[in-house]
């Protein structure tokens, strides 16, 4: 019996649980395991996803015996394991290959395509700039009114459009429609098969017949459609049929469909009938929401990285989550020489994510996290505070200290300074500066709180 990815899922979680406890190295566990994932289970048949080759061949060469006693503990079966890598799922279905023990027919088109089951609601973090898109993306997911039809996403490049598709194939699968024809392709996906399409028309089923079957169509990047007339013509034919059919449709974008230059008119009508939603930049407090999950996604301990470390990264990286995955990447190869007693600090962080961009802005800018994380620790507050709009006495005094100290200590405009905080004008900036050289003239305990940062800043 083919399971649910539900239950694959709370399968997987117990054994993991028991696998932790029996594996005497921390590390083996979050290198390997942590971020494994069992992708089909038939009967006690199961394939098993590890995140990369090497851990593919630790479980295949050290550990297969321990999965497959966890699973039989769990469920008094004698199981079979295939362990593969994300990769091989594309590779096998371009041969045709079902990643299942069960057999299905051949598809035809678009061969490449695959709901990724790691990407869920439940890993998806919310905050005030994506909550519009994901309430509507669950409702798609959870009813059969398709109230919103087509539902149409647009934002900025890695804010999280993409992880939003995967999840509503996830869910439509896992709790309403099991045997569904979910189809995830990208505007670039559809130009490549239609070319195919033309220059084999003869040999081929007709690409107009293969989506009568799709019950759910998950369309990224539309944008790439743009000027591609004969191409726009097939999309419209295709969209069309398939809101006929009552078929849920969900696309996303770089802009709002009439934003979308090059874009056929009778198109752009039909996006605009149903749901547009927009995901905005991300505020900090949820960009260190999301460093977190991916520090836990890749088997690290939150407890040895400091706080400050979560703040830099989601400061310098705020306008692309793919970005601040990347940062956490590059912390992921800094933990895995940590010893025991050993944390990843801010001095360490800086080092690590200092490689992702370019020169002395950078520098510049990582070094004034550095100050505003130093002035935050001393007197008990948040990076974030310091940087936000509060104006009660203590942040306002901490606030013009770490503009004063970055003055001091980074060669940089006004207007830079002020970006840091919250985009504030370079008049702000210039009076908080008179007003601590002024007070720092009869203040004896603001000198003596000034002096003790700049030690700890030279550190």
């Known amino acids: 019996m083919v399971a649910t990815l539900s239950e694959m899922t709370k399968l997987w979680e117990k054994a993991l649980k028991k696998i932790k406890t029996k594996l005497d190295d921390d590390r083996a566990y979050d290198n390997f395991f942590a971020n494994a994932y069992i992708y089909d289970k038939n009967g006690s048949n199961v394939i098993l996803v590890a995140p990369n080759k090497v851990s593919k061949l630790m479980i295949e060469n050290k550990y297969l015996n321990l999965v497959l006693d966890t699973l039989n503990e769990l469920e008094d079966d004698d199981f079979s394991i295939k362990v593969i890598i994300e990769e091989e799922i594309v590779q096998q279905r371009k041969v045709g290959v079902q990643q299942s023990f069960t057999s299905a027919p051949q598809e035809e088109y678009f061969k490449d395509a695959v709901i990724k089951p790691n990407l869920r609601f439940s890993n998806f973090v919310v905050g005030e700039f994506n909550k519009d898109a994901h309430k509507a993306a669950l409702y798609v997911s959870q009813n059969e009114d398709k109230l919103f039809n087509p539902l149409f996403i647009y934002s900025h490049s890695g804010l999280g459009k993409t992880h939003l598709m995967h999840a509503i194939g996830n869910e439509i699968k896992e709790k309403r429609m099991p045997n569904a024809k979910i189809l995830y392709i990208t505007a670039n996906d559809f130009v490549e098969e239609y070319v195919k ?166 520098t510049n800018q990582i070094n004034g996290q550095k100050i505003i994380s130093t002035v935050a620790d001393y007197y008990n507050l948040t990076p974030s505070q310091i940087t936000g ?29 002020g970006e840091m905080f919250g985009g504030k004008d370079h008049t702000t900036v210039m009076s908080a500066l008179t007003k601590v050289d002024k007070e720092l003239k009869t203040n004896e305990q603001l000198k003596t709180a000034i002096e003790d940062l700049e030690k700890k800043i030279k550190e």
């Open 197 to 362: 399409f033309v220059r084999a028309e003869k040999e081929r089923q007709s690409i107009k017949d293969f989506f009568n079957d799709v019950d759910v169509l998950l369309l990224d990047d539309v944008q790439f459609l743009a000027e591609k007339v004969k191409t726009e013509e097939l999309f419209f034919y295709i969209y069309q049929s398939l809101i006929n059919k009552g078929k849920q449709i969900v696309i996303t974008s770089d802009r709002q469909p009439g934003e979308i230059k090059g874009l056929e008119d009778r198109l752009v009508t039909r996006f605009s009938q149903g749901l547009t939603v927009r995901i905005n930049e991300p505020d900090i407090e949820t960009c260190v929401k999301i460093v977190k999950e991916k520090v836990t996604d890749y088997g690290m301990d939150i407890n040895k990285i400091d706080e400050n470390v979560f703040y830099l990264i989601a400061e310098k990286f705020s306008g692309d989550v793919r970005d601040l995955e990347g940062a956490v990447k590059n912390l992921k190869f800094d933990y895995l020489g940590l010893k025991n007693d050993e944390r990843i600090t801010l001095d360490v962080a800086i080092k690590a994510v200092s490689s992702k961009g370019d020169g002395k802005a950078i």
């Open 389 to 417: 709009k509060d104006r009660n006495s203590q942040l306002v005094l901490a606030r013009h200290i770490s503009m004063y100290l970055i003055r001091k200590y980074i060669d940089i405009p006004l207007k830079k300074v």
